[in-house]
């Protein structure tokens, strides 16, 4: 037998097939799912909670205005993915199938939660909240009872007018973005954790109260979100009128972000990122702006922050 030096043609052929990649041009199936975690089935129990109060949710609607996969040497799958809104309550739901994508590790994989519009999906929400939110520029609506520890109830109805992005995600296995496999599907999902909005803290062991919004309701219209203007977090006032105190005696505080303007109950609220990547134990790079909820104007900026996962 002849060495293949002798053929240097079928040579070089030879080398370049065994370096080449053998999944180049295979493709793979992408689907994303939002799902509202055990609290969007469940609600919250009183034993979660430091003030004993338990929630119960009626509708937790979620603006998903954006979905992207790319890489950081700047490719991208250019998905045809469009804006929707989808209510949580019951969970999961699909918001976006897709075939043909590149199979490969997707390390640059982002979502962003912007306000409605009237181009906007409307995947299983109520039509009346649905529009609320484009009037409201709400890209998070949630409503539900607030219960007290001796069972009174409060209603509310808390809006968010406020964009978020979510990027340089990263899953429970500590490693960014996901990987789609060869003829395969991989499963992408926006978990949404309802109880950040009952977070006493920006800093790590929040605690959940409920007592200081249930304190502003009026016994008429549900608790919304620019009812909670009228509780500074200097000082809150609990259900019975008097300075809001704890179990032991001392006076509830709520710890904010380290950033300017945040003076209120609403302001703190305003604040919070609810977005988790494939799970609660995946996290994401976050960029906030909340919006002049009074005027309901787009691109009234009167907030911006990046948070680090």
Known sequence: MKALSTYPALGTALLLLSCTDPYSGASGRVVLRARGGNEARDGIKAAQFADGYAVEYEHALLSVSQFHLRTTDGEDANLEY??????????????????????????????SSHPPDEKTRNVNAPEALFELMIEKSYSFLQTGVLISPEGERSPFELGFPVRIDYFSCTAGDGKFGIVVPVNGEAETEVTWHLTHLFFDSFAEDSAYRAEAMAAVYDGEQPVRTEDREEQPL??????DGAPLRDQNGNPVIY??????????????VLRSRFGHFNGLSGSCNTEIEVLDESSGARDALTFRRVVQP
């Open 234 to 239: 200097g000082s809150l006032v609990g259900a």
């Open 255 to 268: 710890i904010p972000p380290q950033d300017p303007g945040v003076r209120s109950l609403r302001d703190f």
């Open 82 to 111: 469009s804006p929707a809104v989808v209510d949580l309550i019951p969970t999961p739901v699909t918001l976006f199938e897709a075939d043909g994508v590149p199979a490969q590790r997707w390390d640059e994989v982002g979502f």
